[in-house]
């Protein structure tokens, strides 16, 4: 909303506070003035001129030769390259000296060998927007009403010598997009009074009665609807003063009919509309739903399609506005314009907004009926409208409204004690201070026994609840004042739960192992949806997707890792290494909202060690990619709850895929991207991991448990075992672990063998066992004894040989 300060000044006292301190007290008290600009601040020295001849320039078809009457002794040759100059016009001049926007200073100086003592200006030439100038001036210079003095201040005419408060207004504080409803809020701060403009309307004795009748189909939709007529008006010009003020507030100039409906807008916040009355076609106004389908020429040449949910205005046959939004051309007010049919409704903000947002039409009437009109208003602006276009426009108001009247209109009644507010806020304000800003505010206010009873006026839709009232003390007694206190009372220290200090632990870690955290979206395609999935469940689908690539919620977060590690492999970056802690989205089978849950992903490709000084290079492969997760679990204390399984599963390599076991149930998988989806995607030799945060996090975890340092010698025994290949190597650890007892602490892989001098089916896997007592020295026989043990069980169990 843009706020001019003089303007202001004819409703509110503002007599030794300058705008921009008045800024300052507006924004302290609860609306925020995004800025003060003073529009003549950078501009000097333009006058106003009288045109006494004009002629086409001697050397140049384009330019005119003007003698100019400045109010000074001699009027002054100035050259101007305008069309529409012409001898009798009262225009802007820029005198020698003078500077215009953008530091531009105008010298004496000689065109085509003509002199010329000063610029004839344009409206733009002087700071105004192109598309906030009259039609008629818009490609040319701007010319003043007959009445202005030569020699005055054009940049006071013309209202450059303002300064525009532009206030950012949240939605509840509709009541600030009127001149009032910031004249009412101002003179709550500073204690002042509102002056309101005056209203007497001579009309002469025919009944408005007589030329229309008004029907409302939709009640609910259009609760209010007020009509009155003008006759004989003269479209012309609208004065210079209402002109300067429209273009301020950022409203282009029309005619004097069509310029009072939007002064209205701004000084009430109440929208009119101004029909051509002798093209309406009938004498009937209903108002009523549109059909499916139905057309109407708007304002803007535009042939909108209707829906049945639009509100329309009709002469009883035919669209000729759409309700709140815009007029429509076949009605329009035009230069042949004699009789007016002037409108006030109360519409339906929804049904308003529904229908600027089908026809992608936001206009200053459909703000204010969005976010709510003063019902109080709609009679009283139309009164003032009809006041303006007798007194602009020449016109003769008929006797009367007409109108469909169906609104209720109860005002808020709030009932506060001053103990609540004192006690929300902190403070001790007395019951008469409290009393004095609800006056202030032009609040009805009754006192009983330290409590308020609040009569809010219409114009103040946002207060309703005692929170509300609270609110406006505060701000009218001033934030700053209210004092600081530290919090009272016991206090506990924040901490990390398990979930949160486990998670915090395997970020620390993953990123310590070299891989860098990514963050995806949860959206994905239909496509995508379902792939790698731990738990196979049927996709859900947005009801309004912004694309299809957007249209689902994953249930796995390696799709859209895999796409990560794809573009970064496209833009040479050879070695990716991510991980990411998401969430994926599961259906419910009671079609409520979807289960959400936690999952863990990696992916890695390239090489994961390269030391060429040393002519060192380790590509990533599947134990890689094991082996940081075995890390995760002994830093989360459950490697010994977990183990591994080959599986096969859709889009995975299916010789070097493994399921992840925690206590006996699948929380995820780690292995190699299937080759043909790595082709597929270009992607190089690529491995991924997911799995289920929850278990993990969740699983009972051991106490840690400290031992001393052995003091006695370990003994080391080698093995070679020669096994099917279908036979698992951790399966077979789980044999020789078993079979060990107390004596055996520590086995290890060390070798696997499949190839030459080894029989067809078969393969060779070396342990190494470690034996010892924490308490003595160890004997031979003992040791060969638990060593012979272990070689009966692999062979019992797993069929394994000693390799020769």
């Known amino acids: 909303m843009f ?49 006494l001849e004009c002629e ?56 085509r060998g003509e002199e010329s003592n000063g610029m004839i200006c344009s409206l733009q030439e002087l700071g105004i927007e192109g598309k906030l100038i009259p039609k008629e001036y818009s490609e040319g210079i701007f010319v003043f009403p007959n009445d202005v003095e030569v020699g005055s201040d054009a940049l006071a005419l013309l209202n450059l010598d303002d300064k525009i408060l532009e206030l950012g207004l949240t939605p509840n504080r509709s009541d600030c997009l009127s001149m009032l409803g910031v004249a009412y809020e101002v003179a709550a701060i500073l204690g002042v009074d509102v002056k309101l403009p005056g209203i007497n309307v001579k009309e002469v004795s025919e009944k408005a009665s007589e030329y229309i009748s008004i029907k409302v189909e939709v009640k609910e939709e259009n609760p209010l609807y007020v009509a009155k007529i003008i006759k004989n008006v003269k479209i012309g010009p609208s004065p210079l003063w209402m002109q ?26 109440q929208p009119l509309h101004a029909f051509d009355y002798n093209k309406l076609g009938s004498k009937e ?10 057309k109407i020429i708007t304002l803007d040449d535009a042939e909108r399609t209707l829906k049945a949910e639009h509100l329309v205005i009709t002469n009883g046959k035919e669209p000729v506005a759409l309700a709140g939004v815009m007029g429509g051309a076949n009605s329009e007010v035009s230069d042949s314009t004699t009789t007016v049919l002037l409108e006030s409704a109360y519409f339906n ?59 209720t209109i109860e005002p808020a009644i709030v009932e506060i004690s001053l103990k609540k507010i004192n006690g929300v806020l902190g403070m001790n304000i007395s019951v008469n201070e409290v009393a004095e800003m609800f006056k202030r505010l032009q609040f ?43 919090p009272t009372g016991a206090s506990i220290p924040g901490e990390l739960n398990d979930a949160q200090r486990k998670r915090r632990a395997v970020k620390r870690f993953l990123e310590g192992a070299g891989l860098y955290q990514a963050v995806t979206y949860s959206l994905t395609s239909n496509e995508k949806s379902t792939k790698y999935a731990i738990e196979k469940r049927e996709p859900i689908r947005l009801a309004m997707p912004m694309s299809e690539e957007r249209s689902h919620l994953r ?59 040393q002519g060192e290079k380790k590509s990533v492969d599947f134990y890689v990619a ?20 080959a599986a096969k599963i859709e889009g995975m390599h299916p010789g070097r895929t493994a399921e992840i076991i925690l206590n006996g149930n699948v929380i995820g998988f780690v292995g190699q991207v299937h080759p043909q989806v790595q082709k597929d995607m270009d992607l190089k030799e690529t491995y991924v991991f997911e799995l289920k945060t929850k278990s993990i996090f969740e699983s009972d975890v051991q106490p840690l448990k400290y031992s001393s340092i052995p003091r006695f010698p370990s003994i080391t025994r080698d093995i070679a075992l020669v096994v099917d290949s279908k036979v698992e190597a951790g399966k077979l650890k789980e044999i020789i672990e078993e079979a060990g007892g107390n004596l055996l602490k520590e086995v290890t892989i060390f070798d696997l063998y499949e190839g030459e001098h080894m029989e067809p089916g078969k393969k060779s896997i070396a342990y190494s066992l470690k034996y010892f007592d924490p308490e003595r020295t160890l004997t031979d026989e003992e040791v060969v004894k638990a060593h012979d043990k272990v070689l009966k069980a692999v062979k019992e169990q797993a069929g394994a040989e000693l390799r020769g």
């Not at 009262?90 to 065109?111: D, E, M, R, T």
């Not at 106004?285 to 139905?294: F, K, M, N, P």
């Not at 809010?456 to 700053?480: C, F, H, N, S």
């Open 626 to 645: 094991k082996g940081i997760l075995e890390g995760i679990f002994d830093k989360l204390g459950v490697s010994k709850s977990i183990s591994y399984q």
């Open 56 to 111: 086409k320039h001697p050397n140049a078809d384009k330019l005119n030769k003007c003698l100019v009457d400045l109010g000074a002794e001699a009027p002054v040759q100035i050259i101007c390259g305008a069309k529409n100059v012409a001898k009798g016009q009262k225009v802007a001049v820029a005198i020698p000296g003078a500077v215009l926007p953008g530091n531009f200073k105008i010298k004496k100086s000689k065109l």
């Open 444 to 486: 009805d206010v009754t006192i009983e026994n330290e409590s308020f009873i609040v009569t809010v006026p219409t114009r103040r839709g946002d207060i309703t609840i005692e929170e509300d009232l609270i609110e406006e003390v505060a701000r009218l007694y001033g934030y700053d004042n209210l004092p600081t206190t530290l």
């Open 285 to 294: 106004i209903v108002v009523r739903l549109a059909h499916e389908g139905e």
């Open 244 to 269: 300067t003020r429209l273009m301020s507030a950022g409203i282009r100039p029309h005619n004097n009919v069509v310029d009072i409906t939007n002064y209205i807008l701004l000084e009430y916040g």
């Open 349 to 407: 903000g929804q049904t308003v907004r529904n229908a600027s947002k089908d026809h992608g039409l936001r206009s200053e009437a459909s703000a204010r009926f969005e976010k709510g009109v003063d019902p109080n208003r709609i009679h009283e602006a139309a009164e003032r409208a009809a006041q303006l276009m007798a007194e602009y426009a020449d016109g003769e108001v008929l006797e009367g409204i007409v109108e469909e009247n169906t609104l």
């Open 555 to 613: 249930l796995s977060i390696i799709p859209e890792l895999l796409d990560v590690v794809s573009y970064n492999l496209a833009r040479k970056n050879d070695s990716v290494f991510l991980y990411e802690i998401g969430s994926v989205f599961l259906k419910t089978t009671d079609h409520k909202q979807p289960e959400e849950y936690e999952h863990l992903a990696g992916a890695i490709t390239g090489l994961w060690h390269s030391q060429l000084w």
């Open 3 to 51: 706020v001019s300060y003089k303007w202001l000044q004819e409703y509110v006292d503002l007599n030794g506070i300058s705008a921009e301190e008045l800024a300052d007290k507006i924004t302290r008290s609860g609306i925020e003035v995004e800025g003060v600009e003073h529009k003549a601040s950078t501009i000097k020295g333009v006058v106003v001129g009288h045109v």
